[in-house]
Protein backbone atom coordinates (compact mmCIF):
# COMPACT_ATOMS: atom_id res chain seq x y z
CA UNK A 1 0.00 0.00 0.00
CA UNK A 2 1.15 3.63 -1.10
CA UNK A 3 2.52 5.69 1.91
CA UNK A 4 0.40 8.59 3.22
CA UNK A 5 3.23 11.02 1.92
CA UNK A 6 2.66 9.54 -1.70
CA UNK A 7 -1.20 9.55 -1.58
CA UNK A 8 -1.22 13.32 -0.27
CA UNK A 9 1.81 14.31 -3.39
CA UNK A 10 -0.43 12.73 -5.96
CA UNK A 11 -3.46 14.76 -5.09
CA UNK A 12 -1.95 17.90 -4.51
CA UNK A 13 -3.03 17.82 -0.59
CA UNK A 14 -1.01 20.43 0.57
CA UNK A 15 -0.91 22.46 4.13
CA UNK A 16 -3.48 24.87 2.84
CA UNK A 17 -5.64 22.19 2.01
CA UNK A 18 -5.02 21.09 5.86
CA UNK A 19 -6.00 24.49 7.01
CA UNK A 20 -9.20 25.00 4.84
CA UNK A 21 -10.58 21.58 6.42
CA UNK A 22 -9.76 21.85 9.70
CA UNK A 23 -11.32 25.50 9.31
CA UNK A 24 -14.69 23.85 8.49
CA UNK A 25 -14.49 21.58 11.60
CA UNK A 26 -16.98 23.71 13.64
CA UNK A 27 -19.14 24.07 10.42
CA UNK A 28 -19.34 20.40 9.69
CA UNK A 29 -19.54 19.30 13.37
CA UNK A 30 -22.92 21.44 13.84
CA UNK A 31 -24.22 18.89 10.71
CA UNK A 32 -22.94 16.12 11.79
CA UNK A 33 -26.37 14.74 13.18
CA UNK A 34 -28.27 15.85 10.21
CA UNK A 35 -25.69 14.03 7.91
CA UNK A 36 -25.72 10.60 9.26
CA UNK A 37 -29.58 11.08 9.11
CA UNK A 38 -29.35 12.45 5.23
CA UNK A 39 -26.77 9.60 4.72
CA UNK A 40 -28.84 6.72 5.88
CA UNK A 41 -32.38 7.98 4.02
CA UNK A 42 -30.07 7.99 1.03
CA UNK A 43 -28.22 4.67 1.49
CA UNK A 44 -31.08 3.04 2.52
CA UNK A 45 -33.17 2.87 -0.75
CA UNK A 46 -29.82 0.51 -1.92
CA UNK A 47 -31.29 -3.24 -2.97
CA UNK A 48 -28.86 -5.23 -0.29
CA UNK A 49 -29.11 -2.42 2.33
CA UNK A 50 -31.32 -4.64 4.63
CA UNK A 51 -28.28 -7.78 4.14
CA UNK A 52 -25.43 -5.02 5.89
CA UNK A 53 -27.84 -3.32 8.26
CA UNK A 54 -30.16 -5.95 10.03
CA UNK A 55 -31.07 -4.97 13.59
CA UNK A 56 -31.24 -1.68 15.74
CA UNK A 57 -28.07 -2.16 17.36
CA UNK A 58 -26.09 -2.58 13.91
CA UNK A 59 -27.41 0.62 12.46
CA UNK A 60 -26.80 2.39 15.78
CA UNK A 61 -23.00 0.95 15.95
CA UNK A 62 -22.88 2.22 12.37
CA UNK A 63 -23.81 5.29 12.95
CA UNK A 64 -21.65 6.23 15.72
CA UNK A 65 -18.71 5.20 13.19
CA UNK A 66 -20.02 7.15 10.52
CA UNK A 67 -20.28 10.06 12.15
CA UNK A 68 -16.42 9.74 14.01
CA UNK A 69 -15.38 8.76 10.09
CA UNK A 70 -17.37 12.08 8.84
CA UNK A 71 -15.59 14.37 11.53
CA UNK A 72 -11.94 12.88 11.18
CA UNK A 73 -12.44 14.13 7.37
CA UNK A 74 -12.00 17.82 9.13
CA UNK A 75 -9.68 17.00 12.37
CA UNK A 76 -6.61 18.54 10.22
CA UNK A 77 -4.69 15.18 10.55
CA UNK A 78 -3.82 13.45 7.72
CA UNK A 79 -0.61 11.15 9.26
CA UNK A 80 0.45 7.25 8.71
CA UNK A 81 -2.35 6.32 11.46
CA UNK A 82 -5.07 8.38 9.61
CA UNK A 83 -4.10 6.02 6.57
CA UNK A 84 -4.51 2.83 8.59
CA UNK A 85 -7.68 3.88 10.48
CA UNK A 86 -8.80 3.87 6.66
CA UNK A 87 -7.35 1.03 5.43
CA UNK A 88 -9.36 -0.80 8.17
CA UNK A 89 -12.61 1.17 7.59
CA UNK A 90 -11.97 -0.40 3.80
CA UNK A 91 -11.20 -4.02 5.12
CA UNK A 92 -14.02 -4.30 7.08
CA UNK A 93 -16.17 -3.38 4.18
CA UNK A 94 -14.37 -6.00 2.16
CA UNK A 95 -14.74 -8.51 4.70
CA UNK A 96 -18.48 -8.36 4.95
CA UNK A 97 -18.98 -8.54 1.23
CA UNK A 98 -20.04 -5.11 0.29
CA UNK A 99 -20.10 -3.94 -3.43
CA UNK A 100 -17.49 -1.50 -4.59
CA UNK A 101 -20.01 0.09 -6.47
CA UNK A 102 -22.53 0.57 -2.91
CA UNK A 103 -19.11 2.49 -1.30
CA UNK A 104 -18.65 4.81 -4.67
CA UNK A 105 -22.28 5.47 -4.47
CA UNK A 106 -22.25 6.42 -0.56
CA UNK A 107 -18.77 8.55 -1.68
CA UNK A 108 -20.71 10.60 -4.24
CA UNK A 109 -23.67 11.51 -1.48
CA UNK A 110 -21.23 12.82 1.09
CA UNK A 111 -19.41 14.91 -2.06
CA UNK A 112 -22.43 16.12 -2.80
CA UNK A 113 -23.97 16.92 0.85
CA UNK A 114 -20.53 18.56 1.52
CA UNK A 115 -20.69 20.83 -1.89
CA UNK A 116 -25.09 21.69 -0.76
CA UNK A 117 -23.31 22.59 2.80
CA UNK A 118 -20.36 25.02 2.14
CA UNK A 119 -23.17 26.55 -0.73
CA UNK A 120 -25.40 27.20 2.26
CA UNK A 121 -22.56 28.13 4.72
CA UNK A 122 -20.63 30.77 2.53
CA UNK A 123 -21.72 32.99 0.10
CA UNK A 124 -18.55 34.32 -1.36
CA UNK A 125 -17.83 32.02 -4.21
CA UNK A 126 -13.74 32.23 -4.16
CA UNK A 127 -13.81 31.09 -0.52
CA UNK A 128 -16.26 28.34 -1.44
CA UNK A 129 -14.57 27.06 -4.43
CA UNK A 130 -11.12 26.84 -2.28
CA UNK A 131 -13.17 25.28 0.77
CA UNK A 132 -14.17 22.52 -1.88
CA UNK A 133 -11.11 21.88 -3.35
CA UNK A 134 -9.79 21.11 0.33
CA UNK A 135 -12.94 18.97 0.66
CA UNK A 136 -12.71 16.99 -3.00
CA UNK A 137 -9.29 15.94 -2.20
CA UNK A 138 -9.75 14.57 0.92
CA UNK A 139 -12.90 12.53 0.04
CA UNK A 140 -10.96 11.24 -3.14
CA UNK A 141 -7.81 10.19 -1.20
CA UNK A 142 -10.41 8.55 1.06
CA UNK A 143 -11.97 6.73 -1.85
CA UNK A 144 -8.48 5.76 -2.83
CA UNK A 145 -7.46 3.89 0.19
CA UNK A 146 -11.02 2.42 0.57
CA UNK A 147 -11.16 1.34 -3.37
CA UNK A 148 -7.08 0.12 -2.55
CA UNK A 149 -8.51 -2.53 0.18
CA UNK A 150 -10.48 -4.49 -2.54
CA UNK A 151 -7.94 -4.46 -4.72
CA UNK A 152 -5.77 -5.54 -2.13
CA UNK A 153 -8.20 -8.39 -1.94
CA UNK A 154 -8.38 -9.40 -5.41
CA UNK A 155 -4.57 -10.23 -5.82
CA UNK A 156 -4.63 -13.06 -3.47
CA UNK A 157 -4.59 -16.18 -5.55
CA UNK A 158 -4.23 -20.11 -4.78
CA UNK A 159 -1.67 -20.74 -7.70
CA UNK A 160 -1.55 -17.17 -9.93
CA UNK A 161 -3.78 -14.77 -11.57
CA UNK A 162 -2.82 -16.04 -15.04
CA UNK A 163 -3.67 -19.31 -14.78
CA UNK A 164 -6.64 -18.75 -12.59
CA UNK A 165 -8.21 -16.69 -14.86
CA UNK A 166 -7.66 -19.12 -17.62
CA UNK A 167 -9.40 -21.95 -15.14
CA UNK A 168 -12.25 -19.83 -14.77
CA UNK A 169 -12.56 -18.60 -18.41
CA UNK A 170 -12.30 -22.47 -19.06
CA UNK A 171 -14.76 -23.09 -16.69
CA UNK A 172 -17.35 -19.98 -18.26
CA UNK A 173 -17.43 -21.51 -21.40
CA UNK A 174 -17.98 -25.20 -20.04
CA UNK A 175 -21.16 -23.92 -18.52
CA UNK A 176 -22.25 -21.99 -21.43
CA UNK A 177 -21.98 -24.95 -23.82
CA UNK A 178 -23.67 -27.09 -20.74
CA UNK A 179 -26.57 -24.38 -21.32
CA UNK A 180 -27.06 -24.39 -24.87
CA UNK A 181 -26.85 -28.22 -24.89
CA UNK A 182 -29.83 -27.81 -22.45
CA UNK A 183 -31.33 -25.43 -24.88
CA UNK A 184 -30.43 -28.29 -27.53
CA UNK A 185 -32.39 -30.91 -25.21
CA UNK A 186 -35.34 -29.42 -25.10
CA UNK A 187 -36.17 -28.01 -28.15
CA UNK A 188 -35.87 -31.86 -29.07
CA UNK A 189 -38.23 -32.72 -25.88
CA UNK A 190 -40.36 -29.87 -27.05
CA UNK A 191 -40.78 -31.93 -30.87
CA UNK A 192 -41.43 -34.94 -28.68
CA UNK A 193 -44.14 -33.59 -26.73
CA UNK A 194 -46.01 -32.21 -29.90
CA UNK A 195 -45.72 -35.79 -31.09
CA UNK A 196 -47.46 -36.87 -27.96
CA UNK A 197 -49.78 -34.20 -28.32
CA UNK A 198 -50.65 -35.74 -32.22
CA UNK A 199 -50.99 -39.12 -30.30
CA UNK A 200 -53.58 -38.13 -27.82
CA UNK A 201 -55.96 -36.68 -30.60
CA UNK A 202 -56.13 -40.07 -31.99
CA UNK A 203 -58.00 -41.36 -29.03
CA UNK A 204 -60.43 -38.47 -29.51
CA UNK A 205 -60.75 -39.72 -33.32
CA UNK A 206 -61.36 -43.42 -32.13
CA UNK A 207 -64.01 -42.61 -30.22
CA UNK A 208 -62.52 -42.55 -26.50
CA UNK A 209 -63.32 -39.00 -26.23
CA UNK A 210 -62.87 -38.68 -22.32
CA UNK A 211 -59.26 -40.10 -22.08
CA UNK A 212 -58.26 -38.33 -25.88
CA UNK A 213 -59.40 -35.23 -23.87
CA UNK A 214 -57.28 -35.80 -20.90
CA UNK A 215 -54.58 -37.09 -22.20
CA UNK A 216 -54.58 -34.08 -24.85
CA UNK A 217 -54.87 -31.85 -21.68
CA UNK A 218 -52.33 -33.43 -20.39
CA UNK A 219 -49.80 -33.22 -23.46
CA UNK A 220 -50.83 -29.28 -23.26
CA UNK A 221 -49.23 -29.22 -20.26
CA UNK A 222 -45.98 -30.75 -20.60
CA UNK A 223 -45.47 -28.77 -23.87
CA UNK A 224 -46.58 -25.54 -21.36
CA UNK A 225 -43.58 -26.81 -19.35
CA UNK A 226 -41.16 -27.31 -22.00
CA UNK A 227 -42.03 -23.60 -23.54
CA UNK A 228 -41.71 -22.14 -19.80
CA UNK A 229 -38.10 -24.15 -19.59
CA UNK A 230 -36.77 -23.00 -22.75
CA UNK A 231 -37.57 -19.33 -22.03
CA UNK A 232 -36.47 -19.00 -18.33
CA UNK A 233 -32.98 -21.32 -19.56
CA UNK A 234 -32.86 -18.27 -22.87
CA UNK A 235 -33.15 -15.47 -20.12
CA UNK A 236 -30.32 -16.94 -18.38
CA UNK A 237 -28.24 -17.55 -21.26
CA UNK A 238 -28.59 -13.45 -21.41
CA UNK A 239 -27.79 -12.70 -17.94
CA UNK A 240 -30.58 -13.40 -16.24
CA UNK A 241 -31.20 -14.37 -12.48
CA UNK A 242 -31.66 -18.61 -11.93
CA UNK A 243 -35.90 -18.79 -11.47
CA UNK A 244 -36.42 -21.41 -9.33
CA UNK A 245 -39.90 -21.05 -9.49
CA UNK A 246 -40.30 -22.22 -13.17
CA UNK A 247 -39.01 -25.32 -11.55
CA UNK A 248 -41.64 -25.73 -8.72
CA UNK A 249 -44.08 -25.13 -11.61
CA UNK A 250 -42.83 -27.88 -13.49
CA UNK A 251 -43.47 -30.25 -10.49
CA UNK A 252 -46.86 -28.94 -10.38
CA UNK A 253 -47.54 -29.76 -13.80
CA UNK A 254 -46.86 -33.23 -13.66
CA UNK A 255 -48.54 -34.10 -11.00
CA UNK A 256 -51.33 -32.21 -12.41
CA UNK A 257 -50.93 -34.57 -15.34
CA UNK A 258 -50.79 -37.53 -13.37
CA UNK A 259 -54.26 -36.72 -11.82
CA UNK A 260 -55.12 -36.59 -15.30
CA UNK A 261 -54.34 -39.62 -15.93
CA UNK A 262 -55.19 -41.40 -12.70
CA UNK A 263 -58.21 -39.94 -12.79
CA UNK A 264 -59.70 -42.17 -15.76
CA UNK A 265 -58.74 -45.11 -13.13
CA UNK A 266 -61.95 -45.98 -11.08
CA UNK A 267 -59.42 -47.63 -8.44
CA UNK A 268 -56.74 -45.25 -8.07
CA UNK A 269 -58.64 -43.01 -5.56
CA UNK A 270 -56.15 -43.40 -2.81
CA UNK A 271 -53.91 -42.12 -5.54
CA UNK A 272 -55.40 -39.53 -6.07
CA UNK A 273 -55.46 -38.16 -2.81
CA UNK A 274 -52.05 -38.14 -2.31
CA UNK A 275 -51.03 -36.89 -5.78
CA UNK A 276 -53.60 -33.84 -4.44
CA UNK A 277 -52.05 -33.69 -1.18
CA UNK A 278 -48.45 -33.48 -3.21
CA UNK A 279 -50.26 -30.67 -5.40
CA UNK A 280 -51.29 -28.63 -2.05
CA UNK A 281 -47.74 -28.77 -0.66
CA UNK A 282 -46.16 -27.71 -4.20
CA UNK A 283 -48.93 -25.00 -4.34
CA UNK A 284 -47.88 -23.65 -0.95
CA UNK A 285 -44.34 -23.46 -1.93
CA UNK A 286 -44.50 -21.82 -5.39
CA UNK A 287 -46.78 -19.32 -2.88
CA UNK A 288 -43.89 -18.52 -0.70
CA UNK A 289 -41.16 -18.29 -3.41
CA UNK A 290 -42.95 -15.78 -5.21
CA UNK A 291 -44.05 -13.61 -2.20
CA UNK A 292 -39.93 -13.98 -1.53
CA UNK A 293 -39.34 -12.89 -5.42
CA UNK A 294 -41.89 -10.10 -4.77
Known sequence: METIDRIKAHYRFTDEDVSNLAGLRPVMERRRDEFVVEFYNYVKNFEEAH??????????????????????L??????SLYLAELGKVG????????????????????KRYIHETLRKEYSDQEERARLLRSADKIL?????????SYIEEEKKFF?????????????NRFTHGLNLVLVLGLVVLGFMVIGLFAYDLLHVLDGDLE??????????????????????????????????????????????????VTSLKTDAVEAQLSLVGAVAVLGAVYWLVSKVDS
Open 74 to 79: FAGSYD
Open 159 to 171: LSQKVESYLIQMA
Open 211 to 260: KGLLSTLGSLLMLWVVIELMGTEIKHLRGGKFAIKVFISVALVAVIRKIL
Open 140 to 148: DINLDIFTS
Open 91 to 110: LAHVKISLHAHYVNAAFHFV
Open 51 to 72: KFLKDEATIKRHQEALKVWFMK
